[in-house]
């Protein structure tokens, strides 16, 4: 199973930025998904949810609005796509697999945004 | 909802053992057969450690051990070792597709 993140970076506040997480070693169309993410020195918090079948979506009271999970289960992708970023979204954000009973049992290497004037 | 709560630290040396405690309500860690606890080294990403509260992941060593009383659970690591210094994280499903995660406990093996 892995899981690897890309599309961080430095973007100035207002802006936008769209993540990805390439996975392999698993069936992805059978598996839900988040991103979590974890600013600076701090720790986690959880971002966003998606189902299996991309329908079902959730989102943490911080990003709701601004941020949109979503996926493709036919090139094995998840997406994070961010707009209004603010300063405080500054964090590395990680995707990670959904497992038994609300664990999530694999995580990627995470991806760096930075949110900065 | 509110971050689950746990300590901000814990200590213990070599061969010890220590219990991170993470504590929430009857709608998340009471309600629920759904905490799970998560090692972090810094810079590394996280990595699942025990699920429905006392799971362990296969390849995690039995010194690790997790259970649960009303509304708070606990992580348990007996004979401390070196390597086992890193951030602990528990989680919790807390309804209504809600997971909530506690603030994290960082473990110094002295």
């Known amino acids: 199973v892995q899981l690897v993140e890309s599309g961080g970076g430095l973007v100035r506040p207002g802006g936008s930025l769209r993540l990805s997480c390439a996975v392999s070693?698993?069936?992805?169309?059978?598996?839900?998904m988040d991103w979590v993410r974890q600013a600076p020195g701090k720790g986690l918090e959880w971002v966003a949810l998606i189902y299996y079948d991309g329908i079902k979506t959730k989102y943490a009271e911080s990003v709701r609005g601004r941020f949109t999970i979503s996926r493709d289960n036919s090139k094995n992708l998840l997406y994070l796509q961010m707009n209004s970023l603010r300063v405080d979204d500054t964090a590395v954000y990680y995707c990670a697999r959904h497992g038994n009973e609300w664990s999530r049992d694999h995580w990627g290497q995470g991806t760096l945004v930075t949110v900065s004037s | 909802q509110s971050a689950l709560t746990q300590p901000p630290s814990a200590s213990g040396s070599p061969g010890q053992s220590i219990t991170i405690s993470c504590t929430g309500t009857?709608?998340?860690?009471?309600?629920?057969?759904?905490v799970s606890w998560y090692q972090q080294h810094p810079g590394k990403a996280p990595k699942l450690m025990i699920y429905?509260?006392?799971k362990r992941l296969s390849g995690v060593p039995d010194r690790f051990s997790g259970s649960k009383s009303g509304n708070t659970a606990s992580l348990t690591v007996s004979g401390l070792q070196v390597d086992d210094e890193a951030d602990y994280y528990c989680?919790?499903?807390?309804?209504?597709?809600?997971?909530?995660f506690g603030g994290g406990t960082k473990l110094t093996v002295l």
């Open positions: 989680t919790s499903y807390a309804g209504n597709d809600n997971l909530l």
């Open positions: 429905e509260v006392t």
């Open positions: 009857s709608s998340d860690v009471g309600g629920h057969d759904a």
């Open positions: 070693g698993f069936t992805f169309s059978s598996a839900g």
